[in-house]
């Protein structure tokens, strides 16, 4: 990396999008504990942790940034994870946006240090940038799921309680287990011989962490397993493994690890 460039991640720490990025920093080593990731502490004096916490008091979502001298500029239109690119020569500022993009533009950054969580080969990076894809549309398709069976998200999400469909839930689930399915069937060859579903590395990797962090965030809001359905056993397999990581309890099992007020639940429809 450039000496003149300073990165800054913008972080909300309980959240799902940017819990991928936690979980990139501490698979790498680039955050020494969670501890230190709740400190806000990087090993690289280039790349600092802007935590963000959830504003309630205004009515609609807005950050207190921590350090609050370093603020998310409003007009910047992003959400939570970002990354900051600063020249600290110029002044001149780039971003980037999407939680996927950014552990995958980090890691050719950090190429060099750590656990490699990226394949070298092309059509192994292909395969992996499927899945995400795949990884991506599923989520998708589990919004609609609890946007219509939690009644909480609807609200937030301006569905009116008697909007509410089943058959809308319906369909979000089905294609939530469907697009699992062939990440799981994608990724069959790496999950019998690394027991990981990036391809080409030798120990988790970036599919890795893009997907271990929606079936927590999911399970620490809704109570919900999204691999309950047995048809995606492999994947329920998968992520007791990705949970014997050595940060995985300290982080993830801690007292408070997920705010109360924002638990939500799910109505038990037929799925
Ligand atoms: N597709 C985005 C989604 C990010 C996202 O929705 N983040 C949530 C927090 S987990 C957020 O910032 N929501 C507030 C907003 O969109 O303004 C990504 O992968 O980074």
């Known amino acids: ?6 990165l800054t991640l913008f972080l909300w720490l309980q959240g799902l999008f940017p819990r991928r990025v936690n979980y990139w920093l501490l698979i790498k080593g680039l955050v020494l504990s969670p501890q230190d990731l709740l400190n806000g502490e990087t090993m690289d004096p280039n790349l600092s942790l802007v935590r963000l ?3 309630v008091a205004t009515g609609s979502i807005s950050w207190k940034s921590n350090p609050e001298s370093d603020p998310l500029p409003p007009e910047i239109s992003t959400s939570s994870p970002c990354l900051r690119i600063r020249d600290t020569k110029t002044g001149n500022e780039r971003w980037v946006r999407e939680s996927s993009s950014i552990i995958t533009y980090l890691e050719e950054v950090y190429a060099d ?10 059509l192994d990076v292909a395969a992996m940038n499927d899945l995400v894809g795949q990884i991506n549309l599923s989520i998708i398709e589990s919004l609609t ?4 069976a939690s009644p909480q998200f609807a609200a937030f999400a301006g569905i009116k309680e008697e909007e509410r469909s089943q058959p809308a839930a319906r369909v979000g689930h089905q294609g939530m287990v469907k697009g699992f399915m062939k990440v799981q069937d ?3 060859d790496s999950l019998a011989t690394t027991g990981w579903l990036t391809p080409g590395t030798d120990g988790p990797g970036l ?3 893009n997907l271990a ?4 965030y999911l399970e620490l809001v809704y109570g919900w397993d999204i691999f309950e359905k047995s048809e995606l056993k492999p994947l329920a397999e998968w992520y007791e493994r990705f949970k014997g990581l050595p940060w995985w309890a300290a982080l993830e099992e801690r007292p408070n690890v997920h705010p109360s007020e924002f638990k939500f639940t799910i109505e038990k429809f037929e799925v």
Do not use: F
């Not at 240090?113 to 092309?122: A, E, F, I, V």
């Open 186 to 188: 994608w990724a069959r």
């Open 145 to 148: 799921y609890i946007r219509h």
């Open 113 to 122: 240090r750590g656990p490699s969580l990226k394949p070298r080969d092309l």
């Open 1 to 6: 990396m450039p000496t003149n460039e300073q």
């Open 53 to 55: 916490n959830l504003d």
């Open 213 to 216: 962090a929606v079936r927590r």
């Open 207 to 209: 599919v890795d962490a």
